[in-house]
């Protein structure tokens, strides 16, 4: 008799059971008005079968769980400002996602929150309003992490590269700050265990810098590392 495969587990941060996503609605079933202490971070809505039954997570649910949990979180990054007007703006941030998508993605070697803020650091200087024409490419990057637009496009995408774990975010909000770093992070860690396929005893920076198509020689990439033993180093 064949097993049963059994159910994924939503993430504790998570409104819905994995499968489903959040919406929106004036209509909410007796089972989620029931569910008080996760709905009272929402606004009036339910719980939306996903067609595909994959994970699926809207702007509203990021905003969401960036309110109700990131505030009560301690350690990485380290505080530093990096010589940056805004350089510990973004703490909070940057320690919630990445803590999240390690939980849920669960990459080896997890990713450091350190990294992500060295990163941001070399990509946007801390400006979230940042926004860079790419050029000879007609694409565009937004936000502390500089995620090209196609790159949010991939994320939601169920027929594209990305087999779970969907993040979707509408093109107005693409500079807003948690939802930049959540997607930010997110396709941080899809481009290494991309990378780690061919090069199993590449590192973060490696994998970085195939991204950026950059030699580690680069200044980017030396500015990276230095902001990242900095970090590392307190």
């Given amino acids: 008799m064949p097993t049963k495969t059994p159910a994924k587990k939503k993430h504790p941060w998570r409104a819905c059971p994995y499968g489903e996503h959040w919406r929106n609605s004036s209509k909410v079933s007796e089972h989620y008005r029931r569910q008080r202490r996760v709905r009272a971070h929402f606004r009036r809505g339910g719980c939306v079968f996903n067609p595909t039954g994959r994970d699926q997570m809207y702007l509203e649910e990021i905003l969401a769980i960036t309110r109700r949990e990131f505030t009560r979180l301690t350690g990485r990054p380290n505080g530093r400002d990096l010589g940056y007007r805004f350089g510990n ?3 909070e941030l940057i320690r919630g996602w990445v ?4 939980q849920v993605l669960h990459p080896k070697p997890a990713l450091d929150a350190n990294l992500v803020k060295a990163l941001i650091a070399t990509e946007s200087g ?3 309003n940042a926004e860079t024409k790419i050029k000879d490419q007609g694409k565009r990057a937004y936000g502390l992490m500089q995620v090209l637009g196609n790159s949010f496009i991939i994320m939601q995408d169920e027929k594209g590269e990305i087999r779970d774990h969907y993040i979707n975010i509408p093109p107005a909000s693409y500079k807003d700050p948690s939802a930049n770093v959540a997607a930010g992070v997110r396709w941080l860690i899809h481009k290494f265990e991309l990378y780690r396929r061919n090069h199993p005893g ?3 920076i490696d994998a ?3 991204y950026k198509k950059l030699p580690r020689s680069h200044k980017a990439m030396k500015d990276l590392e230095r902001f990242y033993t900095e970090l590392s180093d307190g």
């Fill in 202 to 204: 590449g590192d973060w």
């Fill in 126 to 128: 801390f400006r979230a």
């Fill in 89 to 91: 703006d973004y703490d």
């Fill in 99 to 102: 803590r999240y998508w390690n």
């Fill in 208 to 210: 970085i810098a195939k």
